[in-house]
């Protein structure tokens, strides 16, 4: 999935273009814009709009404690 993705890892503060480079394990998660398609949406964009916040909360998860 694309989009503009802010980690703070490290004390460093990197970004992503990429969801599937983000890495397993980090220290906190920044900033979540995933790029949306543009209108009209075919059933392939619905399918992956519907997968927005199930991503969102799986990086929460990531985010060491």
Do not use: C, Q
């Amino acid at each position: 999935m694309k989009g503009k993705f802010k980690i703070l890892n490290g004390g460093n503060v990197i970004e992503y273009d990429d969801y599937n480079d983000i890495p397993v394990i980090f220290d906190n998660l920044i900033s979540f814009k995933p790029y949306w398609p543009e209108p009209p949406h075919t059933e392939e964009d619905h399918a992956l709009i519907e997968t927005f916040n199930d991503k969102l909360k799986e990086l929460m998860k990531r985010e060491k404690k």
